[in-house]
Protein backbone atom coordinates (compact mmCIF):
# COMPACT_ATOMS: atom_id res chain seq x y z
CA UNK A 1 0.00 0.00 0.00
CA UNK A 2 2.16 3.02 -1.49
CA UNK A 3 -0.75 5.37 -0.30
CA UNK A 4 -4.27 5.50 0.23
CA UNK A 5 -6.96 5.41 -3.12
CA UNK A 6 -10.53 7.23 -2.15
CA UNK A 7 -12.81 4.34 -3.46
CA UNK A 8 -16.19 2.96 -2.27
CA UNK A 9 -16.77 1.76 1.19
CA UNK A 10 -19.54 -0.54 2.49
CA UNK A 11 -22.65 0.15 3.60
CA UNK A 12 -23.42 1.50 6.99
CA UNK A 13 -22.47 -1.01 9.56
CA UNK A 14 -24.81 -1.14 12.74
CA UNK A 15 -23.10 -0.81 15.75
CA UNK A 16 -24.65 -2.91 18.77
CA UNK A 17 -23.12 -2.19 22.10
CA UNK A 18 -23.59 -0.36 25.00
CA UNK A 19 -23.71 3.88 25.00
CA UNK A 20 -24.09 3.33 20.74
CA UNK A 21 -27.15 3.49 18.38
CA UNK A 22 -26.65 4.81 15.08
CA UNK A 23 -29.60 6.67 13.89
CA UNK A 24 -30.41 6.94 10.15
CA UNK A 25 -28.31 8.47 8.10
CA UNK A 26 -29.12 11.07 5.12
CA UNK A 27 -29.01 10.20 1.13
CA UNK A 28 -27.26 13.10 -0.34
CA UNK A 29 -23.51 11.88 -2.07
CA UNK A 30 -21.24 14.83 -1.69
CA UNK A 31 -17.91 13.69 -3.11
CA UNK A 32 -14.56 13.89 -1.31
CA UNK A 33 -11.58 16.68 -1.71
CA UNK A 34 -8.82 17.41 -0.19
CA UNK A 35 -10.02 18.31 3.06
CA UNK A 36 -9.37 17.34 6.84
CA UNK A 37 -12.29 17.39 9.62
CA UNK A 38 -10.80 16.73 12.95
CA UNK A 39 -13.39 16.10 15.79
CA UNK A 40 -13.20 16.62 19.14
CA UNK A 41 -12.81 18.75 22.02
CA UNK A 42 -10.15 22.10 22.18
CA UNK A 43 -9.21 22.77 25.95
CA UNK A 44 -7.24 25.59 27.63
CA UNK A 45 -3.70 24.47 28.75
CA UNK A 46 -1.85 25.45 31.21
CA UNK A 47 1.46 24.09 31.06
CA UNK A 48 4.99 24.27 32.93
CA UNK A 49 4.57 25.18 36.34
CA UNK A 50 8.02 26.79 37.72
CA UNK A 51 7.88 28.60 40.84
CA UNK A 52 4.11 28.10 39.76
CA UNK A 53 4.21 30.03 36.30
CA UNK A 54 2.27 28.73 34.31
CA UNK A 55 1.86 29.77 30.21
CA UNK A 56 -1.51 29.64 28.42
CA UNK A 57 -2.02 27.40 25.56
CA UNK A 58 -5.32 25.53 24.10
CA UNK A 59 -5.10 21.96 22.87
CA UNK A 60 -6.77 18.58 23.05
CA UNK A 61 -5.87 15.26 21.31
CA UNK A 62 -7.53 16.01 18.15
CA UNK A 63 -6.89 19.59 18.03
CA UNK A 64 -3.02 18.64 18.47
CA UNK A 65 -3.26 16.04 15.71
CA UNK A 66 -5.08 19.07 13.46
CA UNK A 67 -2.37 21.36 14.09
CA UNK A 68 0.13 18.79 13.46
CA UNK A 69 -1.31 17.82 10.09
CA UNK A 70 -2.08 21.45 9.05
CA UNK A 71 1.87 22.46 9.50
CA UNK A 72 2.64 18.93 7.64
CA UNK A 73 0.39 19.47 4.80
CA UNK A 74 0.32 22.09 1.54
CA UNK A 75 -1.49 24.93 1.24
CA UNK A 76 -3.84 22.95 -1.24
CA UNK A 77 -5.32 20.82 1.99
CA UNK A 78 -7.84 22.52 4.18
CA UNK A 79 -7.89 21.40 7.73
CA UNK A 80 -10.88 21.87 9.76
CA UNK A 81 -12.18 21.69 13.51
CA UNK A 82 -15.50 20.48 14.94
CA UNK A 83 -15.76 20.93 18.40
CA UNK A 84 -18.54 23.15 20.39
CA UNK A 85 -17.71 26.65 22.18
CA UNK A 86 -19.00 28.93 24.62
CA UNK A 87 -19.43 32.60 23.75
CA UNK A 88 -16.99 33.39 26.86
CA UNK A 89 -13.41 35.51 26.15
CA UNK A 90 -11.70 32.40 25.70
CA UNK A 91 -13.93 30.65 23.36
CA UNK A 92 -13.70 33.57 21.52
CA UNK A 93 -9.69 33.74 21.94
CA UNK A 94 -9.49 29.77 20.83
CA UNK A 95 -11.49 30.63 17.17
CA UNK A 96 -9.10 33.43 16.80
CA UNK A 97 -6.11 31.23 17.47
CA UNK A 98 -7.54 28.48 15.42
CA UNK A 99 -8.67 31.00 12.42
CA UNK A 100 -5.03 32.62 12.90
CA UNK A 101 -3.13 29.33 12.72
CA UNK A 102 -5.04 28.45 9.41
CA UNK A 103 -7.80 25.54 10.87
CA UNK A 104 -10.94 26.37 9.81
CA UNK A 105 -13.76 27.27 12.23
CA UNK A 106 -16.71 26.99 10.24
CA UNK A 107 -17.82 24.42 11.71
CA UNK A 108 -17.43 25.15 15.65
CA UNK A 109 -21.19 25.24 17.25
CA UNK A 110 -21.90 27.66 20.16
CA UNK A 111 -22.99 27.01 23.43
CA UNK A 112 -23.90 30.30 25.15
CA UNK A 113 -24.26 28.79 28.66
CA UNK A 114 -20.85 26.59 28.11
CA UNK A 115 -17.25 27.52 28.36
CA UNK A 116 -14.19 25.43 27.27
CA UNK A 117 -12.69 22.43 29.94
CA UNK A 118 -9.24 23.66 31.20
CA UNK A 119 -6.47 21.28 32.27
CA UNK A 120 -2.72 21.82 33.53
CA UNK A 121 0.25 19.85 33.33
CA UNK A 122 2.56 19.19 36.62
CA UNK A 123 6.07 17.93 35.92
CA UNK A 124 7.41 15.75 38.65
CA UNK A 125 10.75 14.00 37.45
CA UNK A 126 9.84 13.65 33.59
CA UNK A 127 6.51 12.44 33.98
CA UNK A 128 3.24 13.88 33.40
CA UNK A 129 0.43 14.37 35.73
CA UNK A 130 -3.21 16.68 34.26
CA UNK A 131 -5.63 17.97 36.38
CA UNK A 132 -9.06 18.57 34.19
CA UNK A 133 -11.97 20.93 34.61
CA UNK A 134 -14.09 19.66 31.64
CA UNK A 135 -17.43 18.75 33.63
CA UNK A 136 -19.54 21.58 31.87
CA UNK A 137 -17.19 21.84 28.90
CA UNK A 138 -19.42 22.86 25.70
CA UNK A 139 -17.48 20.20 23.80
CA UNK A 140 -19.57 17.57 25.38
CA UNK A 141 -22.78 19.21 23.24
CA UNK A 142 -20.80 19.21 19.93
CA UNK A 143 -22.59 16.43 18.29
CA UNK A 144 -26.24 17.25 19.33
CA UNK A 145 -27.27 18.81 16.12
CA UNK A 146 -27.21 16.27 13.75
CA UNK A 147 -27.84 18.09 10.90
CA UNK A 148 -24.72 20.66 11.59
CA UNK A 149 -22.57 17.52 12.02
CA UNK A 150 -22.93 15.75 9.28
CA UNK A 151 -22.45 19.23 7.38
CA UNK A 152 -19.22 19.62 8.89
CA UNK A 153 -17.85 16.57 7.29
CA UNK A 154 -19.50 16.62 4.12
CA UNK A 155 -16.41 16.52 1.37
CA UNK A 156 -14.29 15.36 3.46
CA UNK A 157 -10.83 13.02 2.59
CA UNK A 158 -10.47 12.23 5.91
CA UNK A 159 -12.50 12.42 9.40
CA UNK A 160 -10.68 11.91 12.31
CA UNK A 161 -11.65 10.91 16.09
CA UNK A 162 -10.63 9.57 19.28
CA UNK A 163 -11.85 7.36 22.06
CA UNK A 164 -12.16 11.14 24.10
CA UNK A 165 -14.25 12.05 21.33
CA UNK A 166 -16.93 9.23 22.33
CA UNK A 167 -15.99 9.27 25.92
CA UNK A 168 -17.34 13.37 26.57
CA UNK A 169 -20.44 12.88 24.08
CA UNK A 170 -23.95 11.26 25.53
CA UNK A 171 -24.54 7.76 24.33
CA UNK A 172 -26.87 9.01 21.90
CA UNK A 173 -24.57 11.59 20.90
CA UNK A 174 -21.96 9.52 20.33
CA UNK A 175 -24.61 7.20 17.70
CA UNK A 176 -25.68 10.52 16.30
CA UNK A 177 -21.32 11.08 15.51
CA UNK A 178 -20.61 7.67 14.23
CA UNK A 179 -24.16 7.81 11.90
CA UNK A 180 -22.21 10.91 10.55
CA UNK A 181 -19.11 9.12 10.46
CA UNK A 182 -20.21 6.33 8.26
CA UNK A 183 -21.97 8.81 6.34
CA UNK A 184 -18.90 10.55 5.38
CA UNK A 185 -16.77 6.87 4.82
CA UNK A 186 -20.04 6.05 2.55
CA UNK A 187 -19.06 9.38 0.37
CA UNK A 188 -15.34 8.40 0.19
CA UNK A 189 -13.78 9.78 3.31
CA UNK A 190 -11.25 7.70 4.87
CA UNK A 191 -11.97 7.44 8.56
CA UNK A 192 -8.93 7.54 11.13
CA UNK A 193 -9.12 6.95 14.80
CA UNK A 194 -7.35 6.92 17.97
CA UNK A 195 -8.94 4.97 20.73
CA UNK A 196 -6.89 6.89 23.16
CA UNK A 197 -8.15 5.25 26.39
CA UNK A 198 -8.84 7.59 29.23
CA UNK A 199 -10.65 5.62 31.53
CA UNK A 200 -11.92 8.16 34.14
CA UNK A 201 -14.26 9.68 31.06
CA UNK A 202 -16.50 6.33 30.93
CA UNK A 203 -18.82 4.72 33.33
CA UNK A 204 -17.17 1.19 33.00
CA UNK A 205 -14.43 -0.73 31.47
CA UNK A 206 -16.89 -2.78 29.51
CA UNK A 207 -18.91 0.85 28.32
CA UNK A 208 -15.45 1.49 27.47
CA UNK A 209 -14.21 -1.47 25.35
CA UNK A 210 -17.61 -2.33 23.74
CA UNK A 211 -17.85 1.40 22.49
CA UNK A 212 -14.52 1.61 21.37
CA UNK A 213 -14.55 -2.15 19.81
CA UNK A 214 -17.90 -0.76 17.87
CA UNK A 215 -16.48 2.58 16.48
CA UNK A 216 -13.03 0.88 15.30
CA UNK A 217 -14.66 -1.16 13.20
CA UNK A 218 -16.56 2.05 11.32
CA UNK A 219 -12.65 2.67 10.62
CA UNK A 220 -9.87 2.44 7.60
CA UNK A 221 -7.65 3.23 10.32
CA UNK A 222 -6.46 2.97 13.75
CA UNK A 223 -3.59 4.39 15.41
CA UNK A 224 -3.66 2.59 18.83
CA UNK A 225 -1.33 2.77 21.96
CA UNK A 226 -0.62 -0.41 23.18
CA UNK A 227 0.31 0.02 26.82
CA UNK A 228 -2.93 1.53 27.10
CA UNK A 229 -4.69 -1.24 25.29
CA UNK A 230 -3.24 -4.07 26.83
CA UNK A 231 -4.81 -4.17 30.29
CA UNK A 232 -8.12 -3.44 28.84
CA UNK A 233 -8.40 -6.36 25.82
CA UNK A 234 -5.45 -8.58 27.47
CA UNK A 235 -3.25 -8.21 24.59
CA UNK A 236 0.44 -9.76 25.07
CA UNK A 237 2.19 -7.52 22.38
CA UNK A 238 2.09 -5.00 20.07
CA UNK A 239 0.90 -7.54 17.60
CA UNK A 240 -1.55 -8.64 19.35
CA UNK A 241 -3.39 -5.31 19.55
CA UNK A 242 -3.24 -4.76 15.95
CA UNK A 243 -4.38 -8.37 15.27
CA UNK A 244 -7.20 -7.63 17.28
CA UNK A 245 -8.27 -4.54 14.96
CA UNK A 246 -7.46 -6.29 11.57
CA UNK A 247 -9.53 -8.52 12.62
CA UNK A 248 -12.73 -6.27 12.82
CA UNK A 249 -11.80 -5.19 9.37
CA UNK A 250 -9.55 -2.35 9.71
CA UNK A 251 -7.32 -1.80 6.71
CA UNK A 252 -4.49 0.10 8.67
CA UNK A 253 -3.24 -0.54 12.20
CA UNK A 254 -1.06 1.47 13.69
CA UNK A 255 0.55 0.73 17.00
CA UNK A 256 2.69 3.05 19.27
CA UNK A 257 4.09 2.17 22.72
CA UNK A 258 5.66 5.18 23.72
CA UNK A 259 9.68 5.38 23.19
CA UNK A 260 9.27 2.14 21.74
CA UNK A 261 9.33 1.10 18.00
CA UNK A 262 6.01 1.58 16.54
CA UNK A 263 3.82 -1.68 14.76
CA UNK A 264 1.80 -0.64 11.60
CA UNK A 265 0.16 -3.95 9.78
CA UNK A 266 -2.17 -4.67 7.02
CA UNK A 267 -3.73 -7.07 5.39
CA UNK A 268 -0.42 -8.00 3.25
CA UNK A 269 2.32 -5.71 5.57
CA UNK A 270 3.83 -6.24 8.94
CA UNK A 271 6.25 -3.58 9.59
CA UNK A 272 8.32 -2.78 12.94
CA UNK A 273 9.59 0.78 13.24
CA UNK A 274 11.64 2.17 15.46
CA UNK A 275 12.31 6.11 16.57
CA UNK A 276 15.40 7.99 16.57
CA UNK A 277 17.41 8.74 19.85
CA UNK A 278 15.91 11.67 21.30
CA UNK A 279 18.62 13.85 23.64
CA UNK A 280 16.18 15.57 25.99
CA UNK A 281 12.70 14.93 26.79
CA UNK A 282 11.35 18.50 27.94
CA UNK A 283 7.55 18.06 27.84
CA UNK A 284 5.83 14.49 26.27
CA UNK A 285 2.37 15.98 26.57
CA UNK A 286 0.75 15.41 22.82
CA UNK A 287 3.43 12.92 21.68
CA UNK A 288 1.09 10.37 20.47
CA UNK A 289 -0.86 13.24 18.79
CA UNK A 290 2.11 14.75 17.17
CA UNK A 291 2.65 11.06 15.83
CA UNK A 292 -0.53 10.60 14.93
CA UNK A 293 -0.34 13.77 12.76
CA UNK A 294 2.86 13.03 11.14
CA UNK A 295 1.92 9.61 10.06
CA UNK A 296 -1.54 10.68 8.52
CA UNK A 297 -0.07 13.42 6.65
CA UNK A 298 2.24 11.50 5.01
CA UNK A 299 -0.24 9.00 4.17
CA UNK A 300 -1.81 11.50 2.16
CA UNK A 301 0.96 12.28 0.47
CA UNK A 302 1.42 8.84 -1.20
CA UNK A 303 4.55 7.81 1.91
CA UNK A 304 4.52 3.92 2.35
CA UNK A 305 3.53 3.04 6.20
CA UNK A 306 6.88 2.55 6.91
CA UNK A 307 8.11 6.44 5.43
CA UNK A 308 5.01 7.47 7.25
CA UNK A 309 6.02 6.01 10.69
CA UNK A 310 9.42 7.41 10.51
CA UNK A 311 8.22 10.89 9.64
CA UNK A 312 6.11 10.10 12.24
CA UNK A 313 9.11 8.93 15.03
CA UNK A 314 10.67 12.50 13.61
CA UNK A 315 7.47 14.94 14.18
CA UNK A 316 6.76 13.14 17.90
CA UNK A 317 10.45 13.49 18.80
CA UNK A 318 10.79 17.38 17.84
CA UNK A 319 7.37 17.91 19.94
CA UNK A 320 9.04 16.38 23.13
CA UNK A 321 12.09 18.62 22.69
CA UNK A 322 9.30 21.29 23.69
CA UNK A 323 6.84 22.85 26.46
CA UNK A 324 3.24 21.97 25.56
CA UNK A 325 1.27 19.95 23.20
CA UNK A 326 1.29 22.44 20.09
CA UNK A 327 5.01 23.04 18.61
CA UNK A 328 5.23 26.52 16.21
CA UNK A 329 5.49 24.79 12.66
CA UNK A 330 9.13 26.90 12.25
CA UNK A 331 10.71 24.06 14.92
CA UNK A 332 9.14 21.10 12.57
CA UNK A 333 11.59 21.40 9.66
Known amino acids: MEGWVYDEV ?27 VSIGECMIEMSGG ?10 GDTLNTAWYLRALLGKDWNVDYVTALGKDRYSDDIRTFLQSNDIGTGHIGT ?11 HQD ?3 RHFTYWRDQSAAKLLADDKAALHKAVEGASLVYFSGITLAIL ?4 RGRLLGAIVKARDNGAKIAFDTNLRPALWSSQRVMASVLTAAASLCDIVLPTHSDEAPLF ?13 ELGVEEVVVKDGAKEAFIATASE ?6 KPVETVVDATGAGDSFNGGYLSARLTGKSIREAAEEAHCVAGIVIG ?3 ALVEPKFLG
Open 234 to 246: GDKSVEDTAERYL
Open 322 to 324: HKG
Open 10 to 36: EDLRRCVAPGISLEDTEEETVMAGKRI
Open 111 to 121: VPERRPGLYMI
Open 270 to 275: RVHVSP
Open 125 to 127: KGD
Open 170 to 173: APRA
Open 50 to 59: EDRNYRLGYA
